[in-house]
């Protein structure tokens, strides 16, 4: 993509002051989608610039848009993280394409330059979460070789947990 004109789609490193404000932007929708009954509000969109523009000063994160003109129409975040079973794993936290350019295999083209930059840090394993519901990126992900290797469960707190008939406690 990178040898195409710059009016073509083409994949670039972030650049805040052309693209800050549209990445901001796409979070409505990766966020109120992925965590139902969620809004985004003002305070979520400072505290989610303040963390964009400090990934952009670490070199253990990169933030990649999908342009035309300069306007950016796709995004990834993927970072390096240590935990306390793996010393370098990478972690794409977040993958969006705006729906007029969905399904044109720009989803897997971010995930695929955000995990070549993992191999290229030496990381060889990469992670993400993602919601159940969002068949899309669950799609997206299971063809670009992601597996599930453990579930996040969560309920409700007012259903109570079943208690046997015979426990005292
Ligand atoms: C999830 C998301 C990033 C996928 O982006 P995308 O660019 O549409 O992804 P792709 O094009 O690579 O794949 C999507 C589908 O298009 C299909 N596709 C890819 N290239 C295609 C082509 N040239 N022609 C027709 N279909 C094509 C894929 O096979 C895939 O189909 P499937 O869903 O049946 O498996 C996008 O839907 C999105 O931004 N959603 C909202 C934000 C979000 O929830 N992000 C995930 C957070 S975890």
Known sequence: MAALPQSQ????????REHGERVLEFQREVYERNFPGFHVGPAFLVDYERQLRSALRNTY??????EEGSRAQAFVWAAIITTLVDEKLGYIKNVYVTPERRHLGWGAVLTRHAEDWMRRLGVFKSALDVTVENETAVSLYARCGYHVQRYRMEKDLQAPCPQPEEEEL
């Open 61 to 66: 994160e990169g933030l990649w848009v999908i």
């Open 9 to 16: 789609p083409h994949l670039t490193e972030l650049r805040w």
